[in-house]
């Protein structure tokens, strides 16, 4: 599949077209094995990819049928671009060499679902690309889903099979078990982040980089940014940006966690995001720039920081800290240990939901048919970071939000 395909995440007719000459194909590869079958030996592996082919097809056809019935729009649209310019396609074939070269370490890709049928087509169809532009063994795909009453736990099941059928390395959970009544928010929300991350844990040297991510829409595009960012960065922790409706437009989504470089809280403006003149400078011209703490709907983490005995983990507050987010402790467990490359990365922007999702596709938040920026104006030069950090405690048992009043947290 050239790279130009991948970008364009193929348009959505053209698509159809494709699945559908794959079929006429195997129907003629069947009906010619059984005209022929007593003289004819297919070379080794064909058969293989044949029925590889056919899973694969099936699956899809699937996900499309589920995805139209809850949005009402094709599956692909919202990745496709019909018109990337010659000089675009050739700039991100450049950037992504060192990713498509198949020589990338392998990516671990964790997610906890509940109740995410709307996201989960998208999800699925997404991490399958992935694994055919890395490579089907320089994946892992674990997901942890817990009680959900949609479609979520259904996709699942056939997402599974399909893993299974296709030989990519996976961990697929669906679980009935209720969250306890009496427990403190993010103390569960640690547990269930561990949980996803457990077969990286227990077995994890091979990996290079882990990309956890929320219920949100997204293109392998915005992945492969994220993780090339990473790369090129030597970067600990790697962020997109998440919104969500705001005013007459989008706000900036993850103020409870993200913090700029200065240790302070983003504001929901997008135009006013940080007072730090740096910060919104790049977040203007849509280049990385450090932050000391970020999270926003995707993630990608330098797999080293979990390894060794005092490897990270999600985690709640200790007795006396700051009852903060389980990835803004994450954050400052980073910084203590000199994990200080946290980057965030504003070409990335991400959406739980689908009206904020296509506000976003629209020219003035995604300039992705502008050829890409020389990364040579896109480097960072790290800083060694605040000694405080803002931080909104969420106290109570029973709290959704953040319920105490907000201090500054030393480093
Ligand atoms: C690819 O990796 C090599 C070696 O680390 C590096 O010198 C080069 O700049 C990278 N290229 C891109 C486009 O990231
Ligand atoms: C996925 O497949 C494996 C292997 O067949 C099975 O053990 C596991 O229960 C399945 N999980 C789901 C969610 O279907
Ligand atoms: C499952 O986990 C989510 C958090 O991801 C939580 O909000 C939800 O209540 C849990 N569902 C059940 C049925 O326990």
Redesign the pocket.
Known sequence: MSLRAILASLHGRRYLLMVGLMVLALVGIVSMYSFDLKTYTAPSGTREDTMMQKVRSKFHTYLYKTHYEIHKEDLLDYCSQDDFSDEFVKSAEQRYMNLTNGKTEPVFLAANLYNSEKVLPNMATQFLKLADTLGHSRIFISIYENGSTDKTKEI??RF?DTL?ALGIAHR???EDTPKPEHIHRIEYLAKLRNYAMEPLYSDGARFGRVAFLNDVYFCQADLFELLFQSQTHGAHLTCGEDYDMWGDGVGFYDTWVARDIKGEGFAKEVHRLSKDDGTMVAQMRDRPFQVQCCWNGMAVIDAKVFRGEDGLRFRRSAKDECSASECSLFCNDLWRKDFKRVVMVPRVKLAYDIEPRNILRTPLFFPADLPYNNPAVEKISFRGGPKKVLCRPLNGIDSHHPDGPQTYVTL
């Open positions: 699942l099941h599974n299974n697929i959970v669906a």
